[in-house]
């Protein structure tokens, strides 16, 4: 494949850096976007068995892979006003969009994308790490913390995937005491401490439902954290 190797030239390149200062992206050129397509599919087919790009998620996949290679043409939505605007490579991703429309199959496939060439991200104090990510659903966090009473794997993972963001129960018991996990874990990702935050979620970041379970700080930390972008569609699944 195509472009995942760091050329000479981009070495020491720094992108972004203002909006993560803790974070550095190196370009990872050149690549052909037609092939990577090409890949991001078959790892679709792989996964699945059956994986489309189209109208509905093209524009997503496209700015994915973009951000896998630390290309600065990259761009997002603005989560408030829904108009494209340049996106942040040393930002997050945030994926909203109904059941169905295939949200966590696209982090899931970009994950195993950027594991291809071991494509790395230069983190302050962290020294460099993949850029690649384990995801986790939210009830399973929950359910984690639970049983152990721990956070601490997901709010100091350097680059993490939080899948269905929103359908976890608002509180979780460990010994007596009640947890805002989610809430809990996005606020301490969210200080600005060099780490990527990967979400899919049914609700967009402001969305009143999102309003209501995290409050407007964690709202506002969302904001700073991810590139946002929405899928819409048919349910896939069917």
Request: contains cysteine; proline residues 3%; hydrophobic residues 35%.
């Amino acid at each position: 494949m195509e472009g995942l190797n760091l050329s000479a030239q981009s070495i020491g390149e720094i992108l972004n850096k203002k909006a993560a200062p803790d974070i550095l992206r190196l370009i990872y050129m050149p690549y052909k976007m037609d092939i990577s397509l090409q890949v991001f599919k078959r790892l679709g087919e792989n996964l699945f068995g059956k994986y489309d790009i189209d109208h509905n998620n093209e524009f997503v996949i496209k700015n994915l892979i973009r951000w896998a290679h630390g290309d600065n043409e990259m761009q997002s939505m603005n989560p408030e006003t829904r108009k494209i605007e340049s996106g942040v490579l040393t930002k997050g991703i945030y994926i909203a969009g109904p059941t169905g429309t295939g949200k966590s199959a696209i982090l899931d496939i970009l994950s195993r994308y950027l594991g291809i060439d071991d494509v790395r991200v230069l983190i302050f104090g962290k020294n460099n790490k993949m850029l690649s990510f384990p995801c986790y659903t939210a009830n399973r966090i929950c359910a984690f913390y639970k049983e152990n009473g721990e956070l601490y794997p997901f709010t100091e993972s350097c680059v993490i995937c939080f899948q269905d963001l929103g359908t976890e129960q608002r509180e979780t018991l460990f010994m007596g005491t009640r947890t805002k996990v989610m809430q809990t874990i996005l606020q301490e990702r969210g200080d600005g401490r060099g780490l990527i935050t990967l979400i899919s979620s049914n609700n967009g970041i402001c969305d009143n439902d999102t309003l209501e379970l995290y409050g407007d700080r964690i709202v506002s930390r969302l904001k700073k954290m991810c590139n946002y972008f929405e899928l819409k569609g048919n349910d896939r699944r069917k």
